[in-house]
Each structure stands twice: as C-alpha cells, then as structure tokens.
C-alpha cells in the first residue's frame, strides 16, 4: 500500500505560494476579449453567455444548442489533452501551505507558448468547503480556479479541473459522501457554462479505504450530480490504489458516452519517487537507476499495454493523466524515462499529462529564473 503518498509536513519547498490571481497584475491576452475586464472572469464569461443566449431566443425560434449540448465526443475532448502540463503545487496546497510554485497568471501564457496544448489543475477543495451542510467553498478559491481557467482558455489551453488530495473522503468515504457530493455540486454548477474544453476529473487517484466497489458506486453516483448541471460535458474517471494500471480492472464506468478514463504512471517507483520526502522509506531509494535497456522499456511498455488494451475494450479515451521522476535521480536515466513514457504513451494512443510545471523536484519549469529545463522539454516534445 501506497502510504507513501502522506506529504510530512517538513516539504521542504520553501517560498511564495499559491496563485497570484486576485493580486497580478499581469495583462491578459488580447486574444480573447472576455478575459480584458477582470482576472477573476468568471461572473463576465457567464453573463457574456447568457446575454447571447437571449439574443438567440429573440432572433430565431429554433432553439439553438449551448455551448455544452455541442460538447465533442471524449475523443476530441482527449486529443485536446494531447500534451498536459499538470500545475502541481498550487492549488493542491493546504490551507496557508506553500510548496514553492508561485503562479502569477502570465506563466499560463508561457506554457501554452512552450507548446502544451492543455494544463491539468489539481485543486483541494475540501479544505476550503465547510464541514457541515451545506458545505459551502469558500469563494476566495472559486476566484482562484476561476482565474486559472480563464487565462488557460483565452491561451487556447483546454484544461482539466480535478478534485485532489481529499484525504478525509479516502479514509472514510461513506462519512464524507454527502460532502463530497456537495462539493462537486458546486464546482459544477458554477463551471457549467464553461466552454467543452474544461474537463471535469471526479476523484485524483482514491486510494485506501476507497478502492473497488465503494469507489465504483460513488465514482458513479457523483457523475450523477455533476450530469444534473453538465450533461454533456466531458468527465474524466481513474481506478482505485492511486490510478494504478493494475486496478483497472476493478474500475466499473459508468454508463455514460463522455468519458475519458485515466492512470497515473510512476513506474517503477523506486527511481520515479527516489528521495521524495512524503514516501516512507524513499531516502534509502536515491541511485536507483533506469538505464533505458530493453528490458527496462519491456517492462513499461508492458504496463502501459495493458492500460491501452483495456481503453480498447471499454472503448474509452485513456489519459495518462501524471507521469514524472523526481530530480534525485540520474539526469540521463530521468530524461530517457520521460522520454520513453511519453512516446509510448503517444504510441498508445494515449493523451498525456507530465508532471509537473514548477515544483522543484519534478518541475519542468524553474519558476525564480523564469527558465524551462530545455532537457525535459526536449524530452516531451522531441521525436
Ligand atoms: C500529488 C503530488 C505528488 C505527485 C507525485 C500527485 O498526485 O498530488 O503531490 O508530488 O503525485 O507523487
């Protein structure tokens, strides 16, 4: 079991925080002109949409499908997430925590300049949301999503709006249940006018006491709740233990034709997590080496083989929704790793998501000198 993944309270990422998104001051892009009046944009999107709405009524009797009702198939929805850059470390913080990135909102321009087609943006809404009903999400963090969504998508980004790090609901789902429903009632609701290219991701990687069929049923039943504001929007699931592969075949979708399934790779987790501080026992890890031999590459390739033979029976999109190796380990051996499971990924048919964009361990970006690892880049992108 992946106990691993508890984050002692030590990280030692240092610095600023968060999103600057109430305080940058950055201009948005001239490109889309509903980004021009506020960062926090979306009160102007969704009167926009609704002003044009009515527009339509008066003109023409048939009514004309929204934004949502024209919703692409998850496949087009997937081919949006070809290469993702994950925003790790900030808005998946505690309250009052920092782990290092600080993202001002012009870095969303940056990375849709470096060629990355979609960001994935983890957010731990349950530690902004009330304990008790309704269960109310604070607004200072609805104004942060917000912001980040807006300049992803006036950069032509499609973006990935997941609920992440909901520890109290993996250790005890049924005690957490109706918040977790009222949580995603209000995340869809209030982005139910968003354009097809914001993706919903119901749960990042359940794991412990939410796993197999508990994990199918409110997996299934919070798609329900989302459906009732999003018909037709796009809705990514993943399996129990973390998104392994290997539990795919206990994930039960939904009956439902916008889908996109997801895993998560860190294979093999010794040299992926060597020295991470959050992994019991990972300081005896550091030196593991990935030499990229064939049977190195057998041994990934297998695993993701097995992901995409299962996509295929389901007939679903498959996301590799985080791949990533922290930097303790071996530059060349992390290149080539990166490397490999993106092309793989690709030859899979898989869309793909690294991460992560600025944390100092796994980070492609290096946020203080404002600077990509050329390297990793190249490892993403190159042929
Ligand atoms: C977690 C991160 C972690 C990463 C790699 C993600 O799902 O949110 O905090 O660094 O996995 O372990």
Known sequence: MLTHRRRLAAVILGVALVVQACSNSSEPTASNESTATTEVGE????????????????????????PVDMMSNPWEANARLAATLNLGGVLEVDRGETWGPDLALDDIDTIAAAGFTAVRVPVRWSVWADETPPFTIDDE????????????????????LDVHHFELLTQDPEGQRERFMAIWRQIAERHADQPPEVIFEILNEPNTNLDGAIWNE???EALGVIRESNPGRTVMIGPGNWYSVLELEQLELPDDDNLIASVHFYEPFRFTHQGATWVEGADQWTGTQWDGGEEDRRILADELALAGAWAEEQNVPMFVGEFGALIEADSDDRLAWVAFVRQTSEAEGFAWGYWDWATFNFGVYD??????????????FGS
Not at 45 to 66: F, H, K, M, N, S
Not at 144 to 160: C, G, M, T, Y
Not at 368 to 380: G, K, S, T, V
Request: hydrophobic residues 45%; charged residues 30%; proline residues 2%.
């Open 43 to 66: 009160t102007t999107l969704r009167a926009e949409t609704q002003e044009q709405a009515t527009q339509t009524d008066e003109i023409d009797e048939v009514e004309e499908p929204t």
């Open 141 to 160: 963090l609805h104004d942060r999503v917000d912001a980040v969504i807006e300049r992803a998508l006036a950069n032509d980004l499609a973006v990935v």
């Open 218 to 220: 409110l997996s299934a």
């Open 367 to 380: 946020n203080d000198a404002e600077a990509w690892n050329e390297d990793l880049l190249a490892a993403l």
